[in-house]
Structure formats: C-alpha cells, structure tokens
C-alpha cells in the first residue's frame, strides 16, 4: 500500500531561524511527484513545494526547499528564516492510484514563535 | 482566475439527515476530488469526478456519493447522517493529468449533532 508518515506531529521555531519537517513514504512507482501543502488556521490549503521524482535536484521555492532522497523514500522541507506567517499545520502528499488523488501525511503543526 | 469555491462554509445537521455540499472549480479545470479532513483520520480522499464521470473513487460506505455537472460543478452528498460523519469537507479542482497541481477551497465543516 503506498503510505506518507510524517513523524513529527508538532515542531516549533523561532522566528527568523531554520526548520525542516520530515517525511518518508512508500510507493512502488518510479515516476511520480511529491508535494507538500500548508494549511494555516483560515483552512486553506495551499501548496508550497512540488517535487518531480525524475529529477535529481531539490526544488526550491523562495525561503522553501527540499532535501528528496529517492533511494530513501524521504522527503524533507526546510524553512529558512521562518516567519510568523508561516505558522500552519504541513502535509506531505504524493498522488497515490491510478489517476492521482492525493495521499497525505497525518502533518506536522508548525509554529513560529516571535 | 477565480479561486475554488465551496458552499456552503458552514453546516450544522442531526444524525439520520442528508447534506449537500457544493463545489465550482477553477475555470478551465476539468477533475474535481472531494477529501474528508478529520482530527482523527487526517485526510482521506472521497472521490474524483472527470468530465462528470467518477474517475476513482476512496474507502468510504456508499452513503457517501457525488456527481459532476457539464460545467465541472460538483455535489457531494452525505445521507443519514452518522456523528462520526463530522469533519471538513474539502474540495480541489486540477486541470487533468494525474501529476499536476491540485488547488483546494476553503471546505465546508460539517457538524452532525
């Protein structure tokens, strides 16, 4: 069955400093994307990072970025100067099933603290 | 673009009733999946909807059904209702390919009393 555990239910950070949130999955495909998606206390989800599995470089998006190890089936996101606003629950998420509805992580609660 | 809506944002109903919830895709997006978002479980895929066909569909009882209209509008319906039915309703609209992004709504909760 194709699984995504994060294993850190909550984390918190200063602000301005550097965090990385886990996250290891299970899945038997070889092409695939992984993604992860911010869900502040409005409920909206909205995604921060894709990653393309084919491709060897981490992506990056501004202060986000991720550290994939295929071989290892792992998925971490790094915040760097993390900022109030960042304070949300993180789901980790790769399209599961033939036609890619999203499988998700339990998520990681994220809060920065000034 | 107008993002994806959902109605309503709200919804408070007792246990043995049915609920409709509502959702209208981004423009040009033709899939549509429903999530169920709970404390307990996380969140769980309900199903797909694709050019008003249920592409594929998650692990829940058949009380649980959906359809899509010729616009990519889509209804998901709850009937009799269980306590343990409470939860955010989550909707997200994509524009096909199994690997693009999926953009959500703003859910509806849902409580059932």
């Known amino acids: 069955a194709q699984t995504v555990t994060q294993s850190q239910p909550e984390m918190s950070v200063q602000e301005a400093e550097t965090v990385t949130l886990s996250c290891t999955y299970d899945t038997s495909e070889n092409n695939y994307y992984l993604f992860w998606y911010k869900q502040p206390p409005s409920r909206q989800m909205i995604l921060v990072i894709r990653?393309?599995?084919?491709?060897?470089q981490n992506a990056t998006e501004n202060r986000f970025s991720v550290n994939f190890q295929k071989a290892a089936k792992s998925f971490s996101l790094k915040i760097s100067d993390s900022q109030l606003g960042d304070t949300a629950m993180y789901f980790c998420a790769f399209p599961g099933g033939s036609q890619g509805n999203l499988i998700f992580g339990k998520g990681t609660k994220l809060s920065v603290k000034p | 673009k107008a993002g994806v809506t959902q109605t309503p944002r709200y919804l408070i109903k007792t246990r043995g009733q049915q609920v409709t919830l509502s959702c209208s895709p981004i423009?040009?997006?033709?899939?549509v999946s429903w999530y169920q978002q709970t404390p307990g479980q996380g969140l769980q895929f309900l199903f797909e909807y694709f050019s008003e066909t249920q592409r594929n569909k998650g692990n829940f009882p058949g009380r649980f059904s959906g359809r899509q209209f010729s616009n990519s509008r889509s209804e998901m319906n709850v009937s009799t209702l269980e306590l343990g039915d409470s939860a955010l309703y989550l909707c997200?609209?994509?524009?096909?390919?199994?690997?693009?992004?999926?953009?959500f709504g703003p859910g509806t909760r849902l409580t059932v009393l």
């Open positions: 990653q393309e599995a084919y491709k060897q």
């Open positions: 423009s040009g997006h033709r899939s």
């Open positions: 997200a609209s994509r524009s096909g390919s199994s690997y693009n992004e999926q953009f």
